[in-house]
């Protein structure tokens, strides 16, 4: 593969994961997922999976590095989406009435 046509791919990876990053943001800051489709997470990490696959087949390390980024960041999503699903974890408080 041409260098030029790797150097553009990592760089749009690049660009494509931090158009990412606010997401993630998000669900760490407001713990609620109820937005986000299971669905549509589970498909795209699915994929990046049979991508990861598929990489090494290749050999090239470019498509096996993004491909790898690209799952960790997915599978980090899929576990949030889960945990938050139903809103924060409630906090039980005990109120000293002495």
Known sequence: MPLIVQVLYVLA????IAAGIPQLR?????????EFSIPTWSI???TQAVSLLYSFYLGDIYFTTVCAIWLA???LMMI???RYRNGPI???VEVDQS
């Open 13 to 16: 990876s690049i660009v494509s």
């Open 26 to 34: 998000k669900l760490l800051l407001t713990k609620r997922s109820d």
């Open 44 to 46: 795209w990490t699915a």
């Open 73 to 75: 960041f997915n599978g």
């Open 80 to 82: 949030l989406i889960f």
């Open 90 to 92: 409630p906090v039980k």
